[in-house]
């Protein structure tokens, strides 16, 4: 199995170490919401496992592969749920000369399932570092504010909203 086979299997099934393992250590990971990219295997790691948990009914349903000479590359076309509502998305994945993937670009549609993604994992990743803001989930469960204290409503620090 190739190493490109052995990411899309230990995603879907969630398999945390394989997937760590398929990874090269200063992988950068592009994602839809932010503007700076996460960079190096453990971070990836810790947002993938968010992803992991938050992704209801994930599968890919479709698969691009790069021919040579081109650069090593595939693109991975899924569909999933997150807090009930339908998201389509692609994974893009970049491969180094050891064929572990150095680069992860993740695109999702539609916007409102973009929107709702980013606002739950954004909360997540909060709460998995230890971050989370004591009186704004007070404030979010009394239904008084939404942005978890990360200044936005996309649960995602305001100056790492997604720019229009």
């Not at 399932?113 to 998995?128: C, F, I, P, Q």
């Not at 570092?129 to 008084?144: D, F, L, R």
């Not at 649960?155 to 997604?162: D, R, V």
């Amino acid at each position: 199995m190739t190493v490109s086979g052995t990411f899309r299997t230990a995603v879907e099934a969630k398999d945390l170490a394989a997937i760590a393992g398929a990874l090269d250590p200063g992988i950068e990971f592009l994602s839809p919401v932010m503007v700076k990219p996460y960079l190096g295997r453990d971070s990836v790691m810790a947002l993938l496992g968010v992803l992991l948990e938050v992704f209801e009914e994930f599968r890919y349903t479709d698969e691009l592969v790069s021919r040579p000479p081109d650069v090593p590359a595939q693109a991975l076309v899924f569909s999933a749920r997150v807090a009930g509502k339908a998201v389509q998305g692609l994974d893009l994945l970049r491969f180094g000369e050891d064929g572990l993937v150095t680069g992860l670009t993740v695109m999702v549609r539609p916007l409102p399932a973009a929107m709702t993604l980013a606002r739950v994992v954004g909360r997540r990743m909060e709460e998995s570092s230890g971050e989370a803001n004591t009186e704004a989930n007070g404030a979010e469960a009394s239904g008084t504010g939404g942005s978890g204290g990360t200044g936005g409503t996309s649960g995602l620090p305001a100056t790492e909203q997604a720019q229009p």
